[in-house]
């Protein structure tokens, strides 16, 4: 491909997204607001006979305790488990019936109770979501086996290098905030946490005023809205208002090495950055793509195909609304380690003191853009998209204006984030045992 072919990828890629990207009409979304403030929104496709419905809350572990911590993610697994009219076999039977399944699962920013089915049966999806949502039976014996599945989740992500890695990577960046534990909490409070706990949580987050619900498929956009206030217009708003997550405090810069019994070394540098709504959230994240976004970024080309230090590169910047991370890991041999280390500093000191080419931006911008557009594909996914953005205060549409901001970033703009951002590194090193 040319310079000029290159350089004109990423403009053609955000043409695709801000055009809906593939499979959509132009301008097909719609929202709605119910009396009592629960928001609707309505994507009309006619790309395939399926439906996707995505209900999110907001209030994921954000929002937690250290001695809650897990409880968002608990709540939304046992409401599976059984509603007021039908049992958890019986709630997945029903699914199935319509061609599709239910799930749901709490995250850092939200809680998503979420459904797919034929296209035709859109009507008794969106009614078996509204019942999980709004019918939990919180059935004791089925809370004990949620809690052992996620108590052997917990442990499982222990005892794999990278989840371990990560994990204490994020506890140094983030202190005693919740950013810095996973979604799915910590063993004492998972095994604390009772079904009184859990139904505070219900009552804390399902309110309507907290709650987005995204509908995308072959559906008639009317329709959809008064379904929605026939099963959820019923709620009430409560008078007080939503308390706000709690404030991240500073960090400390540092390196930690952690022995565990495994055969491949880790290294995992983390910087804090800007939230997703932040002015220079999408510089940072092309800075994370120019490091470790695909084959062609800095650390794959550098240190495993030139210098064969690594089996595993990238980096990692993920959607949050506080301060976001940004993270580079490499695995490696145990006899490259310190070899590997030096390597990743040294690529992060570069992106500080030289500038990015034309080329490199280029392609770091269209392996952004490429995936954002690769993971909207499926009804699923775009339901997903809405209901989050809308529900953690970005405006359903952000993709489209996130796409436009990837697009305008420039050089000077990734030396600006990397000046401000990329100082003082946490390092997390994971080694076998000596």
């Given at each position: 491909m040319s310079p000029a072919g290159r350089l004109a990828l990423p403009a053609v890629l955000a043409s695709l997204l801000l055009a809906g990207g593939a499979g959509?009409?132009?301008?097909?979304?719609?929202?709605?607001?119910?009396?009592?403030?629960?928001?609707?929104?309505?994507?009309?496709?006619?790309?395939?006979?399926?439906?996707?419905?995505?209900?999110?809350?907001?209030?994921?572990?954000?929002?937690?305790?250290a001695e809650t911590a897990g409880v968002t993610n608990f709540l939304q697994r046992v409401m599976l488990r059984g509603t007021t009219k039908r049992s958890a076999v019986r709630l997945a039977e029903a699914a199935e019936d319509i061609g599709g399944r239910l799930d749901a699962a709490g995250?850092?920013?939200?809680?998503?109770?979420?459904?797919?089915?034929?296209?035709?049966?859109?009507?008794?999806?969106?009614?078996?979501?509204?019942?999980?949502?709004?019918?939990?039976?919180?059935?004791?014996?089925?809370?004990?086996?949620?809690?052992?599945?996620?108590?052997?989740?917990?442990?499982?992500?222990?005892?794999?290098?990278?989840p371990a890695g990560f994990d204490a990577l994020v506890r140094e960046l983030y202190g005693p905030h919740p950013y810095a534990w996973p979604s799915l909490g910590r063993r004492a409070s998972l095994e604390r946490l009772g079904r009184e706990a859990l139904v505070g949580r219900y009552r804390e987050l399902y309110r309507p005023d907290r709650m987005v619900l995204a509908v995308s498929?072959?559906?008639?956009?009317?329709?959809?809205?008064?379904?929605a206030e026939r099963l959820f217009g019923k709620l009430e708003r409560p008078a007080a208002a939503i308390p706000p997550p709690p404030p991240v405090p500073p960090r400390t810069a540092g390196r930690r090495v952690l022995e565990r019994p495994v055969h491949q070394a880790h290294v995992l540098v983390g910087y804090r950055g800007p939230g997703l709504t932040e002015p220079a959230y999408p510089a940072l994240r092309v800075l994370g793509a120019?490091?470790?976004?695909?084959?062609?970024?800095?650390?794959?080309?550098?240190?495993?195909?030139?210098e064969g230090l690594a089996y595993s590169v990238g980096?990692?910047?993920?959607?949050?609304?506080?301060?976001?991370?940004?993270?580079?890991?490499?695995?490696?041999?145990?006899?490259?380690?310190?070899?590997?280390?030096?390597?990743?500093?040294?690529?992060?000191?570069?992106?500080?003191?030289?500038?990015?080419g034309p080329d490199e931006l280029a392609r770091a911008k269209a392996h952004l853009l490429g995936r954002l557009a690769m993971d909207r594909r499926t009804?699923?996914?775009?339901?997903?998209?809405?209901?989050?953005?809308?529900?953690?205060?970005?405006?359903?549409?952000?993709?489209?204006?996130?796409?436009?901001?990837?697009?305008?970033?420039?050089?000077?703009?990734?030396?600006?984030?990397?000046?401000?951002?990329?100082?003082?590194?946490?390092?997390?090193v994971l080694t076998p045992v000596r």
């Amino acid at each position: 491909m040319s310079p000029a072919g290159r350089l004109a990828l990423p403009a053609v890629l955000a043409s695709l997204l801000l055009a809906g990207g593939a499979g959509a009409e132009p301008g097909a979304v719609r929202q709605h607001v119910l009396p009592n403030g629960l928001r609707v929104l309505v994507r009309e496709s006619a790309s395939a006979p399926v439906v996707a419905v995505s209900l999110q809350v907001r209030g994921g572990s954000h929002f937690e305790t250290a001695e809650t911590a897990g409880v968002t993610n608990f709540l939304q697994r046992v409401m599976l488990r059984g509603t007021t009219k039908r049992s958890a076999v019986r709630l997945a039977e029903a699914a199935e019936d319509i061609g599709g399944r239910l799930d749901a699962a709490g995250e850092v920013e939200s809680a998503e109770v979420r459904g797919e089915a034929l296209a035709r049966h859109w009507e008794a999806l969106l009614a078996l979501v509204a019942e999980v949502a709004l019918a939990p039976a919180f059935p004791s014996e089925e809370i004990e086996k949620e809690r052992r599945l996620l108590l052997s989740q917990l442990r499982t992500r222990a005892d794999n290098p990278f989840p371990a890695g990560f994990d204490a990577l994020v506890r140094e960046l983030y202190g005693p905030h919740p950013y810095a534990w996973p979604s799915l909490g910590r063993r004492a409070s998972l095994e604390r946490l009772g079904r009184e706990a859990l139904v505070g949580r219900y009552r804390e987050l399902y309110r309507p005023d907290r709650m987005v619900l995204a509908v995308s498929g072959q559906v008639a956009r009317a329709r959809v809205v008064r379904a929605a206030e026939r099963l959820f217009g019923k709620l009430e708003r409560p008078a007080a208002a939503i308390p706000p997550p709690p404030p991240v405090p500073p960090r400390t810069a540092g390196r930690r090495v952690l022995e565990r019994p495994v055969h491949q070394a880790h290294v995992l540098v983390g910087y804090r950055g800007p939230g997703l709504t932040e002015p220079a959230y999408p510089a940072l994240r092309v800075l994370g793509a120019v490091l470790g976004g695909g084959m062609a970024s800095r650390l794959f080309v550098e240190l495993r195909d030139k210098e064969g230090l690594a089996y595993s590169v990238g980096a990692l910047a993920p959607y949050r609304t506080g301060p976001a991370f940004l993270v580079a890991y490499l695995g490696t041999a145990p006899a490259s380690l310190e070899a590997a280390e030096a390597g990743v500093l040294r690529e992060l000191a570069r992106l500080r003191t030289e500038r990015v080419g034309p080329d490199e931006l280029a392609r770091a911008k269209a392996h952004l853009l490429g995936r954002l557009a690769m993971d909207r594909r499926t009804n699923a996914r775009r339901a997903w998209y809405l209901a989050f953005f809308e529900v953690v205060g970005a405006g359903w549409d952000f993709p489209e204006r996130y796409a436009r901001a990837l697009e305008a970033v420039t050089a000077e703009d990734v030396a600006a984030a990397a000046a401000r951002w990329l100082t003082g590194p946490t390092i997390i090193v994971l080694t076998p045992v000596r």
